[in-house]
């Protein structure tokens, strides 16, 4: 991303709109990256198409 790294979007989203669901995906497997994601509700997911397009069913299920 040119402007902001995804964790700092993640942070601002949550800060514009209170419990916001949402899909990210990045090439990053490890790390502190990784780590200050789960701390942020992210769950690490192998990702193929079949396993996204679950993903997103799922969140499109659970909302009110």
């Given at each position: 991303m040119p402007e902001q790294e995804g964790i700092e979007t993640t942070q601002a989203?949550?800060?514009e709109v209170a419990?916001?669901?949402f899909i990210g995906m990045s090439g990053w497997l490890g790390g502190?990256?990784?780590?200050?994601?789960?701390k942020?509700?992210?769950q690490?997911?192998?990702v193929s198409a079949d396993v996204?397009?679950?993903k997103v069913a799922e969140v499109l299920r659970s909302r009110p």
């Open positions: 989203l949550r800060k419990g916001i669901e502190e990256f990784l780590e200050a994601a789960r942020l509700g992210a690490a997911v192998p996204l397009l679950a």
